[in-house]
């Protein structure tokens, strides 16, 4: 498959939602020339869009962010599966880009991503053959995963010798974890045992250490900051001691972690003194669109560390219409839990338009949804802002990553809502 096929996809085919009901399918090349509109009632609801601008801004700032700290960023793409983001973050400046598995991955790389890194543990014969099938179909690729376990580490050895002819010894980072979390070593020894084997191993070879802090932030500047010294400290011993012993393999090392909470905070410890360069690569994600949630609510704390406050701004919403105001205080809109997150936090009614106001409003703060069934969301409103029926609402999202993988295509719109681009996802 060629880039072009995914960078530039046919969208509108029956079923997809949002779209034109009139409208013939099209390359997205050409969603712009249409000149549709969404405050116009061009287009169905409901309808997730992105703010270009916003985003625009995003990719930019994130990327300086990184710059300014000396690390490289290879932003997580599962939160979007987007071909045309993860192109837009390359452009911006991105080292690469972050998978969890290898089917992601193999979309990144046919996509056009060139250095791809599975944040996960690879065991399994049909992935492994499947990392050595896309490293053949996409020479100079770097496609790299974790490892945490002899088990993992002799696993993959049996796959290798089952070969006739073996193939290429694998590049992956070593994974350091905490007690209770997820995947990674939970101690230094282990670590090191493990790192000991896999310089012996023909099967893998070890390019780097990761760790992944993102599940303990708590939002409590003096918590996280204990936190990620804690990590990032046990990181740069293991990291300290495989290279004094010589165990890792190739030019640089690769330090690497970040979620999108409290990524200020990792940043600057993912370059440790080693006799070798070090690369730190930090992999947020959810800064491609910020949201209006619970990332909005991480970064006014970072607000506060930076000092300077920070350059994201929520980019996504999901746009219905007031279908009924059954009674007081409650309306219902076009959208429910097919169309928005709501692992995190209920959407947050973010913007509101009346047919003739020119451009959307501010919601009221007052506005709540309180809940939602598959294709309905409950809007609940006192007295200050009435809606009626055929009003039209923009939530916010808290989370985005489970917004994206419930819409096939996104439309991209200006500041007058007028739609000048779109992405698809390839969930």
């Known amino acids: 498959m060629y880039p072009q096929d995914l960078l530039d996809p046919l969208i509108g085919s029956p079923g997809t939602k949002g779209y034109p009901h009139r409208a013939a399918p099209m390359r997205r090349s050409a969603i712009a020339a249409q000149r549709w509109n969404l405050l116009r009632g061009d287009l169905p609801l409901p309808l997730a869009v992105i703010q270009r601008d916003a985003l625009a801004g995003n990719l930019r700032w994130m990327q300086q962010f990184a710059r300014d700290r000396g690390v490289d960023l290879a932003p997580h793409g599962k939160t979007t599966m987007s071909p045309q983001l993860f192109e837009a973050q390359l452009r911006a400046g991105a080292w690469g880009i972050t998978f969890a598995n290898v089917t992601q991955a193999r979309l990144g790389l046919a996509s056009g991503v060139r250095r791809a890194l599975i944040a996960n543990q690879v065991a399994a014969k049909a992935d492994l053959d499947g990392i050595v099938h896309a490293l053949g179909e996409y020479p100079g690729a770097r496609l790299l995963f ?10 993959i050895e049996a796959w290798h010798r089952a070969h006739a002819e073996p193939p290429a010894a694998l590049e992956v980072l070593l994974e350091v974890g905490l007690d209770g979390g997820r995947t990674g070593c939970r101690s230094h020894g282990l670590a090191l045992a493990l790192a000991r084997r896999l310089r012996s191993s023909l099967a893998l070879q070890l390019v780097g250490i990761e760790c992944y802090e993102g599940l303990w932030a708590t939002g409590r500047s003096a918590d996280d900051e204990a936190l990620v010294q804690g990590l990032l400290q046990r990181v740069a011993e293991v990291a300290l001691e495989c290279d004094q012993e010589q165990l890792f393999e190739g030019d640089e090392v690769l330090v690497s972690a970040g979620g999108s909470a409290i990524f200020d905070l990792v940043a600057p410890r993912l370059k440790p003194a080693l006799s070798k360069a070090v690369r730190g690569v930090l992999r947020s994600g959810c800064y491609v669109t910020h949201d209006h949630g619970s990332y909005s609510r991480y970064m006014a704390v970072m607000d506060t ?4 406050g920070h350059g994201l701004q929520a980019a996504l919403q999901v746009w219905a219409m007031v279908q009924s105001v059954p009674e007081d205080g409650l309306a219902i809109l076009t959208a429910g839990k097919r169309d928005c ?3 995190i936090e209920m959407p947050i009614p973010a913007s509101w338009y009346r ?6 409003l501010p919601a009221p703060a007052e506005w709540k949804v309180s809940g939602m069934n598959d294709q309905h969301a409950y ?3 006192g007295n200050a802002a009435v809606p009626q029926v055929g009003d039209l609402v923009g939530l916010g999202i808290s989370h985005p990553c489970t917004t994206f993988d419930k819409w096939r295509w996104m439309a991209v719109v200006d500041e007058r809502f007028d739609v000048v681009d779109a992405i698809t996802t390839c969930f």
């Open 305 to 308: 560390r930076l000092g300077c």
């Open 355 to 360: 047919r003739g106001q020119g451009l959307p």
């Open 341 to 343: 997150s709501y692992d």
């Open 379 to 381: 809007l609940r409103f």
């Open 146 to 155: 974790l490892v945490d376990s002899l088990q993992q580490l002799e696993s």
